[in-house]
């Protein structure tokens, strides 16, 4: 697996999908799994944090390689510049976007290359290890995109190397969909998978938990990166003027690693990074779980939420999330802000919606996203393409 960040500190997004992935492939399958990552922790400055050199992580041998510096401040602008109108960036614009984005390893491609492995999964499609790097081993490269509809995907830089990957594992219809629109690899031996989500600990002094980070009053419940690219601005934005109309006990929880804070509101709380044991107690007690995030290629702490019974509102602009919302039944979607308002009332004054929409959800979640069968279908999945070819 090559994956631009690695580790246990690296929560959400395609590369602790990867981490979850290698682990269960080791334990369950028996397979030897190798990754080649960099040191770095923060996929905004990739800056070396871990040790460089040969690791071993829960049975995954993890090969750390030292960057060769860091994102320089002349990516900004010219992110900002290119992926306003991407369709119009030549290839070495693009090209330029992606060496300045990074990160920049100049060793992995002989390290990947030479290390023997008989299939290479790469995870994400956005950054240079992947852009760089899957060419090298084309033949036995396998395509994690985790894609969605954003201005980068359509820089002239990626279409080499989409249709140079041996095959795709998609985590929804909706991103296949996307990259065959996108692409036209509908050849290519490719499965819709998903991920699986983690099984909880039993609760645990759910109520004082609760209580320390909200206190005694109903709530809903975002969960995830704190930036306004992952909606959390909006969803503030929204939920204040919600209150401002519709004044009561009802208070927001926004729980995670904060990027970039949406304003202060008194009936917000912004708890940043929570443990487990909070994140869970937290799912447990919500009166629902808001996903406003425009761009997900899966929504992990969706399908968490799910599993605990909660319904679920999502950003309508996010065809994954509302696929999964219209597919299992379990949850509504908005659109503006009086589709989000009309959404939120539904769920806060109708205890007998909210309880269908959460078994419904987390019929599909257990049908669909355990680990097992996850991990068993990647199997099948893999070992067809080192056959001569996989079904779709």
Not at 68 to 75: D, E, I, M, V, W
Not at 173 to 183: D, M
Not at 269 to 283: H, P, R, S
Request: aromatic residues 8%; neutral net charge; hydrophobic residues 45%.
């Amino acid at each position: 697996m090559v994956v631009p960040r690695y580790g246990v500190e690296i929560l959400g997004g395609a590369e602790l999908g990867a981490r979850m992935l290698a682990e269960r492939l080791v334990a369950q399958l028996g397979w030897s799994v190798e990754v080649f990552t960099t040191c770095a922790q923060d996929h905004m400055t990739w800056a070396d944090v871990y040790r460089p050199g040969d690791h071993v992580l829960n049975g995954v041998v993890v090969h750390r390689l030292r960057g060769a510096g860091g994102r320089p401040p002349a990516f900004f602008s010219c992110s900002e510049r290119l992926l306003s109108h991407p369709a119009s960036a030549t290839l070495a614009e693009a090209s330029t976007f992606i060496d300045l984005q990074g990160p920049t390893v100049p060793q992995m491609i002989d390290a990947v290359a030479g290390a023997g492995c008989e299939l290479v999964a790469f995870y994400p499609y956005l950054y240079a290890t992947t852009v760089r790097v899957l060419p090298a081993v084309a033949d036995r490269a396998i395509m994690h995109a985790a894609a969605h509809d954003e201005g980068a995907l359509h820089l002239p830089v990626f279409r080499s190397v989409f249709r140079g990957a041996a095959g795709f594992v998609h985590h929804s219809r909706s991103e296949q969909a996307l990259v065959e629109r996108t692409f036209g690899v509908g050849h290519r031996p490719q499965v819709v998978l998903g991920l699986g989500y983690e099984e909880p600990p039993a609760p645990d002094g759910d109520e004082d938990r609760v209580a320390r980070i909200v206190g005694e009053r109903p709530y809903l419940l975002s969960l995830g990166r704190v930036d306004g690219l992952k909606g959390t601005t909006l969803l503030g934005a929204l939920f204040a003027q919600y209150k401002q109309r519709k004044p009561g006990p009802l208070g927001l929880v926004i729980a995670g690693p904060v990027t970039a804070a949406p304003p202060a509101h008194p009936d917000v709380v912004l708890t940043g990074a929570v443990d487990e044991a909070d994140k869970w107690a937290l799912l447990r007690h919500a009166v629902a779980f808001v996903q406003p995030s425009p761009h997900e290629s899966f929504s992990v702490v969706t399908m968490e939420a799910w599993s605990q019974g909660l319904p679920v509102l999502v950003n309508a602009r996010c065809d994954v999330t509302r696929e999964h919302c219209q597919v299992s039944g379990g949850g509504l979607w908005f659109s503006s802000y009086a589709t989000f308002e009309a959404a939120v009332d539904r769920l806060v004054a109708d205890e007998v919606l909210r309880g269908r929409l959460g078994r419904a959800g987390r019929r599909w979640v257990r049908s669909n996203y355990r680990w097992p069968a996850i991990v068993e279908r990647y199997g099948r999945f893999t070992t067809g393409l080192l056959d001569g070819g996989a079904p779709r």
